[in-house]
């Protein structure tokens, strides 16, 4: 997920399923748990923060290493 400087890596954990280009709002930059907004389909979802404020590489990365 981009955000407006950085990148963060999110794993979706239920509620609402986001769709690619969906604006997503909330605290989800810090490890954890986070209950969020889909500001596009007006819906709620649960997601939990694996990292955050990555560089595009380096998001890139970690995300082909949770994939293996």
């Known amino acids: 997920m981009a955000t407006k400087s950085d ?3 999110l794993e979706w ?3 609402h399923d986001p769709d690619k280009g969906n604006v997503l709002i909330g605290n989800y930059e810090s490890y954890g748990f ?3 907004y ?3 389909a007006d819906r709620t979802l649960r997601v939990w923060t694996e990292d955050y404020s ?3 590489e380096d998001a890139l990365v970690k995300l082909m290493d949770h994939c293996e």
């Open 13 to 15: 954990y239920g509620g």
């Open 7 to 9: 990148y963060d890596l």
């Open 38 to 40: 889909d500001d596009t």
């Open 34 to 36: 986070h209950d969020i």
């Open 54 to 56: 990555l560089s595009k």
